[in-house]
C-alpha cells in the first residue's frame, strides 16, 4: 500500500544576521498572514541564519518572501546534513520525480555556494560542485541567465574566531525567491524628505507592519505619528493610513530641521511629502493634531492595525494637552481664556490609554504594535502592559545600553470591547 504525499513541502529559510529577536514573530506573523501557519515540526535554531520550513506550496513561500526584511532567499530544499556523506545520502533519497521538471534538457541552470562563517577558495567551490554530478542534471550550464539556481548552503558555525574545517550543517535546495532587503536601503531614513529625531529605522519599520500583519486595503493608524515615518512601511503593503500626533509643528512641516546642516523646515517638509516621494501619496488619508489621551473618533471599530512609537522621554518629551485651569486645579468651570498647553503625560498613562484605545478601536483579529521602553536591571515579563481584549503575540528586545532597552509589543484583539458603565 502507497502512503500519501506530505502535504507540506519542507524549504530552506536563510536569513540576515541582525535583529535576531525580531526574525521568528516576522515570519510566524507572515506565515499566518499568507494562510499558513508555523508548526512545532519546524527545525529551527534561533539564532541561528538557517531555519528549515514546512510550508504547503510554493506559491506560500513566495508570498512570504514579498513581505519580510528579515529573510533573504528561501530554497526548496532537497537534501540536508551534518557531513558530505550526509547530504549526498540525503540528496539520494530526494524522489527524482521533483528533481526532473528543473533537470531536463532543454533548460539552464547554475549551482551557487554560500558559506557563513568562513571563505572558500574557487577550486574548493568547485570540487564541491563536481561532487554533484550524480544528481541528473541534463540542462546546460548558464551563469549569467539561467532558468533554475541550485545552492549549496554551509554552516561553519557562530563563532568568528573558532572556525571548524568542515561545516556543521550543509545543505542542497532550488532557489525560490529573494526577500524584501532592498527596502532597507531604498527607503532609508537618510533619503528621506522629511524626519525628526526619533524616526524609525527603515528595516525596523517594515518589520512593525510585518508583525502587524499588514496587508492591502487595511486602515493603519499612528497616534504618536510624529515625521510618519511608520506609515511609509505600511502605506508599501497598501494599507491606507492615517495618524495624530499633539504637536502642532511636527504635523505642519513648520520649525526647526533635525538635518545637521539645515536650520529651518522647507515649505514641502510634511508627512503627506514623505508618501509622495516613494510613489504611495494615495495610500495617505491624513495626519491630525490631536491628544491621544482624550477622544476625538467615532465609537466603533475602525482600524485593522495601530502601529506606533509613543514618545518615552529619551529623545522626545512626553505630553498631553491640559489647560491652564486644569495646571492651577482651579475648581471653577468657566470656558473663559481656556487655552490648551501641554502637562506631563506618565508612561504608566500612556500605555494603558494605548492598549484602552487598541481594545475598542481595533477590528477583531487586528494588531497593536508598539515600543516599550525598558530598565534592564529591573524588568520582568509582568511589566508588560495587558488588557482584557489583547492578547500577547510577541515581545523582541532591541539593546540601547548595558542598563536600558526597548521591547517591541505586539498584541492582537482577541475580544470584544465593553466599556465599562459610569458609576
Given at each position: 500500500?502507497?502512503?500519501?504525499?506530505?502535504?507540506?513541502?519542507?524549504?530552506?529559510?536563510?536569513?540576515?544576521?541582525?535583529?535576531?529577536?525580531?526574525?521568528?514573530?516576522?515570519?510566524?506573523?507572515?506565515?499566518?498572514?499568507?494562510?499558513?501557519?508555523?508548526?512545532?515540526e519546524q527545525?529551527?535554531r534561533?539564532?541561528?541564519?538557517?531555519?528549515?520550513?514546512?510550508?504547503?506550496?510554493?506559491?506560500?513561500?513566495?508570498?512570504l518572501?514579498?513581505?519580510?526584511?528579515?529573510?533573504?532567499?528561501?530554497?526548496?530544499?532537497w537534501?540536508?546534513g551534518?557531513?558530505?556523506g550526509?547530504l549526498?545520502?540525503?540528496?539520494?533519497?530526494?524522489?527524482?520525480?521533483?528533481?526532473?521538471?528543473?533537470?531536463?534538457?532543454?533548460?539552464?541552470?547554475?549551482?551557487?555556494?554560500?558559506?557563513?562563517?568562513?571563505?572558500?577558495?574557487?577550486?574548493?567551490?568547485?570540487?564541491?560542485?563536481?561532487?554533484?554530478?550524480?544528481?541528473?542534471?541534463?540542462?546546460?550550464?548558464?551563469?549569467?541567465?539561467?532558468?533554475?539556481?541550485?545552492?549549496?548552503?554551509e554552516?561553519?558555525?557562530?563563532?568568528?574566531?573558532?572556525?571548524?574545517?568542515?561545516?556543521?550543517?550543509?545543505?542542497?535546495?532550488?532557489w525560490?525567491?529573494?526577500?524584501?532587503r532592498?527596502?532597507?536601503?531604498?527607503?532609508?531614513?537618510?533619503?528621506?524628505?522629511?524626519?525628526?529625531?526619533?524616526?524609525?529605522?527603515?528595516c525596523?519599520s517594515?518589520?512593525?507592519?510585518?508583525?502587524?500583519?499588514?496587508?492591502?486595503?487595511?486602515?493603519?493608524?499612528?497616534?504618536?505619528?510624529?515625521?510618519?515615518g511608520?506609515?511609509?512601511?505600511?502605506?508599501?503593503?497598501?494599507?491606507?493610513?492615517?495618524?495624530t500626533?499633539?504637536?502642532?509643528?511636527?504635523?505642519?512641516?513648520?520649525g526647526?530641521?533635525?538635518?545637521?546642516?539645515?536650520?529651518?523646515?522647507?515649505?514641502?517638509?510634511?508627512?503627506?511629502?514623505?508618501?509622495r516621494?516613494?510613489?504611495l501619496?494615495k495610500?495617505?488619508?491624513?495626519?491630525?493634531?490631536?491628544?491621544?489621551?482624550?477622544?476625538?473618533?467615532?465609537?466603533?471599530m475602525?482600524?485593522?492595525?495601530?502601529?506606533?512609537?509613543?514618545?518615552?522621554?529619551i529623545?522626545?518629551?512626553?505630553?498631553?494637552?491640559?489647560?491652564?485651569?486644569?495646571?492651577?486645579?482651579?475648581?471653577?468651570?468657566?470656558?473663559?481664556?481656556?487655552?490648551?498647553?501641554?502637562?506631563?503625560?506618565?508612561?504608566?498613562?500612556?500605555?494603558?490609554?494605548?492598549?484602552?484605545f487598541?481594545?475598542?478601536?481595533?477590528?477583531?483579529?487586528?494588531r497593536?504594535?508598539?515600543?516599550?521602553?525598558i530598565?534592564?536591571?529591573?524588568?520582568?515579563?509582568?511589566?508588560?502592559?495587558?488588557?482584557?481584549?489583547?492578547?500577547?503575540?510577541?515581545?523582541?528586545?532591541?539593546?540601547?545600553?548595558?542598563?536600558?532597552?526597548?521591547?517591541?509589543i505586539t498584541?492582537?484583539k482577541?475580544?470584544?470591547?465593553k466599556?465599562?458603565?459610569?458609576?
Amino acid at each position: 500500500m502507497e502512503l500519501a504525499a506530505p502535504a507540506f513541502r519542507r524549504y530552506l529559510l536563510l536569513l540576515a544576521q541582525e535583529h535576531l529577536e525580531f526574525r521568528l514573530p516576522e515570519i510566524s506573523s507572515l506565515l499566518s498572514l499568507c494562510g499558513g501557519k508555523f508548526s512545532g515540526e519546524q527545525e529551527i535554531r534561533v539564532n541561528s541564519p538557517f531555519w528549515i520550513l514546512n510550508i504547503p506550496s510554493e506559491e506560500m513561500a513566495r508570498g512570504l518572501m514579498k513581505r519580510t526584511v528579515c529573510a533573504k532567499s528561501i530554497f526548496e530544499l532537497w537534501g540536508h546534513g551534518r557531513s558530505e556523506g550526509e547530504l549526498y545520502a540525503s540528496l539520494k533519497n530526494y524522489p527524482v520525480d521533483k528533481m526532473l521538471p528543473y533537470l531536463q534538457s532543454d533548460s539552464t541552470y547554475k549551482v551557487h555556494i554560500h558559506t557563513f562563517n568562513k571563505t572558500l577558495t574557487q577550486a574548493q567551490k568547485i570540487k564541491k560542485i563536481d561532487a554533484l554530478e550524480f544528481l541528473p542534471f541534463k540542462g546546460k550550464v548558464n551563469l549569467k541567465n539561467p532558468e533554475h539556481i541550485f545552492w549549496i548552503l554551509e554552516d561553519y558555525g557562530m563563532n568568528p574566531n573558532n572556525v571548524p574545517e568542515e561545516p556543521f550543517h550543509l545543505y542542497f535546495g532550488r532557489w525560490i525567491a529573494d526577500g524584501q532587503r532592498e527596502l532597507i536601503e531604498s527607503y532609508s531614513v537618510k533619503k528621506r524628505h522629511f524626519i525628526g529625531n526619533t524616526s524609525m529605522d527603515a528595516c525596523l519599520s517594515f518589520i512593525m507592519a510585518n508583525h502587524g500583519r499588514v496587508k492591502p486595503n487595511d486602515v493603519v493608524y499612528d497616534p504618536f505619528v510624529g515625521t510618519g515615518g511608520l506609515l511609509i512601511s505600511s502605506a508599501h503593503f497598501g494599507a491606507y493610513v492615517c495618524g495624530t500626533d499633539i504637536d502642532y509643528n511636527t504635523i505642519h512641516g513648520l520649525g526647526k530641521a533635525s538635518r545637521k546642516n539645515q536650520k529651518w523646515r522647507g515649505p514641502d517638509e510634511n508627512i503627506r511629502a514623505n508618501l509622495r516621494q516613494y510613489g504611495l501619496e494615495k495610500y495617505y488619508l491624513d495626519a491630525l493634531v490631536a491628544d491621544s489621551s482624550r477622544p476625538i473618533w467615532r465609537k466603533g471599530m475602525l482600524f485593522d492595525a495601530i502601529i506606533t512609537d509613543p514618545p518615552y522621554g529619551i529623545r522626545e518629551a512626553t505630553r498631553r494637552t491640559g489647560s491652564q485651569k486644569e495646571a492651577v486645579k482651579s475648581v471653577e468651570r468657566s470656558t473663559e481664556n481656556h487655552i490648551f498647553v501641554s502637562s506631563n503625560y506618565h508612561l504608566s498613562d500612556i500605555f494603558f490609554d494605548l492598549l484602552k484605545f487598541a481594545a475598542e478601536y481595533l477590528v477583531m483579529g487586528g494588531r497593536l504594535v508598539y515600543w516599550l521602553p525598558i530598565y534592564r536591571p529591573e524588568y520582568t515579563e509582568e511589566i508588560i502592559p495587558r488588557h482584557p481584549c489583547l492578547k500577547l503575540i510577541s515581545n523582541c528586545e532591541q539593546m540601547l545600553s548595558s542598563h536600558t532597552s526597548r521591547r517591541l509589543i505586539t498584541m492582537e484583539k482577541v475580544k470584544e470591547f465593553k466599556p465599562v458603565p459610569a458609576s
